[in-house]
């Protein structure tokens, strides 16, 4: 594969170049070769099934990096696992994955795992691993063309998370077509906000290594104290930004965040959730020399498949801003509850047809037929996205399903229900997206509460809360719980989802 020859002659030509740079370590091209090979070298001795998955469990660590490259280098697809992830939700990523080993950057509490045929090699041990084995790993042994190379779990409707598939493949169809499209030289410094178990991470780390640039990570601890957040940033270099608009507006609130604290910045990425033209009309007056890119694509065709760099004129004319024209190699059409494809102006479902796109969920033969199929010989998607064509440009328009984006995360309603549907508080509930101006700003909760012994309602929320963290990261939690004596039905007896939206608003 490409990116992993291409990460070798660098560590090989330019050893002591830097690939990753934190407040508490600097790893070089040279280490974090040598480091993975020796954990690569490691499996290769003691994993017994062929191909089997490496959970890969801490936040933005380097040791992360190293593990992702050491798994695959030893031809097993990773699985990032965010430390953030409640312990139920990795059960069922195991039961899901078959995995074989946890790599545990981060302590993990193995005892809630007994039952489960894993191995856990904690942080100390995968240093000690890493200092023992010695040896380069065969290239023949690289996970390479349609092997795995990483499995991402995704939110899913029945409660339980979907992993999908990105092969050798796909990546490589992603960095070669980002590299050749976007304004990106060698050697950049690009910021990594996403954590890696989100796939807009993708879109910093890869390229970075391919071409020998660095990564400056932006850690959740770093996210929660604003004062360090922006020191750090004075002082990282950073060329490339990558992140969810979400990230950007808390930026924007900071008077300082202008082109004198990133003197080097030159181009916005943005993906993962809809930009507005407020936030780009800011940007552009705060860094009047950066690009701004706009890209659109899901999880399940490798991080994006269109861009477009956003101009004044878009901001300034237009209500909504385009996500952009479809990559080369790609082909994308908007279809009809028949699927079949609709002409430019008139709304559909966005369906991606090309080399980046999926070979499905591991193990969910049914939601994968009922999700991809193959149009001329090539693999292709149903997003579930509502979209149209306007002047050669692509539209977000919303989600053909319940499945939204908050804050760049994508998550089902379906699973944020069923687990609250599970709640001894709960008689009946909906989640719904409280939006304004076409965004949502964040997830309603509207219950009708069982029986209880609380005396007010922040006691009962309080209560749902705390176990609803036992089974859902923190950003699927809804922001707002709002208590009904019964839920609003329209006229065919569904739940009126639009009425309860509106409410959300008041």
């Known amino acids: 594969m490409r990116l992993l020859t291409n990460i070798r002659q660098i560590a090989l030509d330019h050893p002591e170049r830097i690939a990753y740079r934190d407040r508490s370590r600097t790893l070089t091209y040279a280490a974090l070769w040598q480091s993975a090979n020796q954990l690569a070298s490691y499996l290769i001795k003691n994993c017994k099934q062929s191909k089997s998955p490496i959970i890969v469990y801490g936040h933005m660590e380097s040791d992360m990096i190293i593990s992702f490259l050491g798994s695959v280098l030893a031809g097993h697809p990773y699985i990032p696992v965010d430390s953030s992830i409640p312990l139920d939700r990795i059960k069922s990523i195991i039961d899901s994955s078959n995995a074989e080993y946890v790599l545990a950057i981060e302590q993990l509490d193995e005892q809630g795992f007994s039952q489960y045929p894993i191995t856990f090699i904690r942080n100390e041990e995968l240093q000690q691993i890493i200092n023992e084995s010695i040896g380069q790993v065969p290239e023949t042994l690289w996970v390479s063309n349609e092997d795995c190379f990483y499995i991402l779990y995704t939110s899913g409707s029945t409660g339980k998370p979907k992993g999908v598939q990105i092969t050798a493949n796909n990546l490589q169809s992603f960095i070669d077509w980002i590299l050749a499209d976007l304004p990106l030289r060698q050697q950049m410094i690009f910021m990594n906000q996403a954590p890696f178990s989100f796939d807009l991470s993708v879109m910093d780390l890869y390229p970075a290594l391919y071409t020998g640039g660095r990564i400056f990570p932006i850690s959740k601890d770093l996210i929660a104290k604003p004062t360090n957040l922006f020191k750090e940033l004075q002082h990282s270099g950073i060329q490339v930004w990558t992140s969810t608009p979400s990230f950007a507006q808390m930026c924007l609130m900071e008077p300082t965040f202008t082109n004198k604290l990133l003197p080097a910045l030159e181009v916005f990425l943005f993906c993962g ?84 796109v999926s070979k499905g969920y591991l193990g969910e033969q049914t939601l994968t037929k009922k999700a991809f199929f193959i149009k001329d010989g090539v693999r292709a998607y149903r997003t579930g996205d509502v979209g149209f064509r306007k002047d050669g440009y692509l539209y977000y328009q919303g989600r053909l399903d319940f499945q939204v984006k908050v804050h760049g995360y994508r998550m089902e309603l379906e699973e944020i229900e069923h687990h609250l549907s599970k709640s001894p508080y709960i008689k009946a509930c909906v989640v719904v997206p409280v939006k304004h101006n076409g965004e949502i700003h964040y997830l309603n909760a509207v219950i009708v509460p069982a029986k209880h012994s609380f005396e007010k309602e922040y006691q009962l929320t309080s209560a749902i809360k705390k176990d609803l963290m036992q089974v859902l990261p923190s950003y699927m939690i809804p922001r707002k719980f709002s208590y009904y004596q019964q839920l609003p039905i329209t006229a065919n007896g569904k739940i009126d989802r639009k009425a309860l939206s509106i409410e959300g608003l008041r």
């Open 273 to 356: 959730e809809v930009l507005t033209p407020e936030t780009a009309r800011h940007l552009h007056e705060r860094f009047p020399k950066a690009k701004i890119v706009n890209l659109y694509g899901p999880t399940e065709a490798t991080v994006a498949v269109t861009m477009v760099e956003i101009t004044k004129d878009m901001y300034n004319n237009e209500g909504m801003l385009p996500i952009g024209a479809c990559k080369q190699n790609a082909n994308i059409f908007i279809a009809d509850k028949n699927g079949h494809p609709l002409p430019d102006g008139e709304k559909g479902e966005i369906t991606i047809v090309g080399p980046s």
